[in-house]
Nanobody, 124 residues
Framework: VQLQASGGGLVQAGGSLRLSCAAP???????????MGWYRQAPGKQRELVAA???????NYADAVMGRFTISRDNSRKKVYLQMNGLNAEDTAVYYC????????????????WGRGTQVTVSS
């Protein structure tokens, strides 16, 4: 499954960006049943979960982005979004869209498919 992320770029500290993730046609008919998430990987660091959203709209955020980032989905457009506000230098990373699934308690998220990343660079 080839997920396509877009919307990255260069932004000044304090600014905003909105990332989009488009699902491929092969999963259009079942997109609404999937849990989806965004990961990021900064230089020299491990990939980390940023935010995830269940098929029913329940969300989960990393502590580092809580209150600044918002994940959402539009099942009619087969897209997932990540609205990022109050960006700072620590948010600089490659951001990846994923298809996955939550654990029963919604505390864990496991990835099934990785999309291509989009670079976000925050200048201070």
């Amino acid at each position: 499954v080839q997920l396509q992320a877009s919307g990255g770029g260069l932004v000044q500290a304090g600014g905003s960006l909105r990332l989009s993730c488009a699902a491929p046609r092969s999963i259009f008919s079942t997109f609404s049943t999937y849990d989806m998430g965004w990961y990021r990987q900064a230089p020299g660091k491990q990939r980390e979960l940023v935010a995830a959203i269940s098929s029913g709209g329940r969300t989960n955020y990393a502590d580092a982005v809580m209150g600044r980032f918002t994940i959402s989905r539009d099942n009619s457009r087969k897209k997932v979004y990540l609205q990022m506000n109050g960006l700072n230098a620590e948010d600089t990373a490659v951001y990846y869209c994923t298809r996955g699934y939550f654990g029963g308690d919604y505390a864990t998220y496991s990835v099934l498919d990785w999309g291509r990343g989009t670079q976000v660079t925050v200048s201070s």
